[in-house]
């Protein structure tokens, strides 16, 4: 099996992954960012991917939500994975705090520091690249008086000195993983399962067309653990609606939900209904038929 992940190596995206995969046996092949780990799934160059979905301090990921609605309609999420996320400030080599002028990381990552930014390095310029691993790597390659927020697995990769640890603005940071697959492949596991939805245009324009969508849900007794607007990409004022529910879609209730808010919004996708924090390689392929 062929896994891809946001890299390079030292991502806190690998270290998951490497804690979720446990004994399994797999390549595992980094991508420069999370459009090019999903789409290697919607291409056929991977078997799975595991991307960040969503943080404890900073919420979603955007690019996550977008690839997912705009650009990859052939592959579905089969699993999620929860991974507690610990920064530390990375330089070439060690130097003050006050002689730092720039720091590389993930916007997610710069966001859940913040506060550390703000108290610590209120001088610096906070610069965005695409991965934390690929922070630290430039810092390491650089001369000027830079630092990086990243995995402390990331400075000894490359040869780097850690400046500070739990520099993350809240200590219970988590960022729940999930696992990428191709459509056709089946979701199984034990336990509690969730499903995730993408939903758009709510018909003409009127007070409560939203509520009147997810009244679909309540009615019926179906739990929202989660509910979130993005652009539309078509103009000002038009927005897609990614939601988490508790429940699968295979279950009836639900099922009759998901039909229900088909006759409310024009366009609804399931992204995927699976297990809850799924431990090893979720999915497995569908049957041929036959």
């Known amino acids: 099996m062929r896994i891809s992940y946001l890299g390079p190596v030292g991502t806190f995206t ?5 804690d979720a995969m446990g004994d399994a046996d797999a390549e595992i092949v980094p991508a420069p ?73 993930h916007p997610q990552a710069s966001a859940q ?61 988590v960022t729940r993983f999930v696992w990428i697959a191709p459509a056709d492949t089946l979701a199984f596991g034990e336990g509690p399962w969730r499903t995730t939805l993408v939903f758009a245009e709510l018909g003409d324009d009127h007070p409560g067309a939203l509520v009147d969508a997810l009244v679909e849900f309540s009615s019926r007794g ?24 508790e429940g699968s879609a295979e279950d009836p209730v639900v099922a009759e939900a998901i039909d229900g808010l088909r006759t409310k919004a024009e366009s609804v996708r399931t992204l995927g209904s699976y297990p809850v924090n799924t431990a090893g390689v979720p999915g497995r392929a569908a ?4």
Do not use: K
């Open 33 to 105: 960012n999370v459009y090019d780990a999903i789409r290697a799934v919607d291409s056929g160059s991977a078997d799975r991917a595991l991307v960040p979905f969503e943080n404890s301090i900073e919420g979603a990921v955007r690019s996550t939500l977008d690839t997912l609605a705009f650009d990859t309609p052939s592959v579905t999420i089969v699993g999620e994975y929860d991974h507690p996320i610990r920064h530390s400030l990375i330089a070439r080599t060690q130097l003050p705090l006050s002689e730092i002028t720039t720091v590389l990381s």
């Open 14 to 18: 690998e270290d998951a992954l490497r």
């Open 287 to 290: 049957a041929s038929p036959g």
């Open 222 to 245: 179906v739990n929202l653990t989660r509910i979130e607007s993005r652009p539309r990409r078509r103009g000002l004022g038009r927005y897609m609606f990614f939601c988490d529910l």
């Open 113 to 173: 520091c913040a506060r550390f930014i703000r108290e610590n390095l209120p001088g610096a310029e906070v610069r965005a690249v695409a991965s934390t691993a690929e922070g630290v790597r430039r810092v390491s390659e650089s001369e000027e008086t830079w630092a990086a927020l990243a995995a402390r697995s990331a400075a000894a990769l490359y040869g780097c000195a850690v400046l500070a640890d739990g520099v993350e603005d809240s200590p219970d940071n």
